[in-house]
């Protein structure tokens, strides 16, 4: 299963508390496909932490997963 998130360059993690994905493998973040490092916040702040933009977040609406529900 893949996440995808688009146009939210603010994003530094995806959700507060402990979070589960045992299915999720991957995170595709703006067209470029990231593997999952530990667990998905970890991925989200380093993916964050790793690119730089002056564009502004799209809101929750930009978060979509291409599969089943998480």
Partial sequence: MTLTVKKCPKIKFFSSGVLNTPKLQDIRYDGTDHILDGD????????HEKLTSTEDCAGPSALSPTSSAI
């Fill in 40 to 47: 998905l916040n970890a991925t989200i702040h380093g993916i």
